[in-house]
């Protein structure tokens, strides 16, 4: 069973900061990336950022030099720290695990919420 939990959402300030984690467990051996997406309302979901198995990332253009993505191997856990937050990062974050076999999964979603 693959499950992905996300933590850390919450209400904060512009320019204030956030960090998220998703905690992966199940054959979490064979997952080949994991990557941050985000849904404001009215909007299409979109890639934030990812990381792969090997510790390559990328990020969207309008995050770079805001958000770092990192991994602790041990466990199982994939962060998504966020600085200088914008009211334009209000959003449903969400963690997706990719599998080497082409599978793919969803955690339930974390909301993030920056007033101005």
Not at 31 to 58: C, D, F, H, M
Not at 62 to 78: E, L, Q, Y
Not at 106 to 116: A, I, L, R
């Amino acid at each position: 069973q693959v499950q992905l939990v996300e933590s850390g959402g919450g209400l904060v300030q512009a320019g204030g900061s956030l960090r998220l984690s998703c905690a992966a467990s199940g054959f979490t051996s064979r997952i080949n990336a994991i990557g941050w997406y985000r849904q404001a309302p009215g909007k299409q979901r979109e890639l934030v950022a990812a990381i792969s198995s090997g510790g390559s990332t990328n990020y969207a253009d309008h995050v770079k030099g805001r958000f770092t993505i990192s991994r602790d191997n041990a466990k199982n856990t994939v962060y998504l720290q966020m600085n200088n937050l914008k009211a334009e990062d209000t959003a449903v974050y969400y963690c997706n695990a990719g599998y080497y076999n082409g599978g793919t999964y969803w955690g339930q979603g974390t909301q993030v919420t920056v007033s101005s």
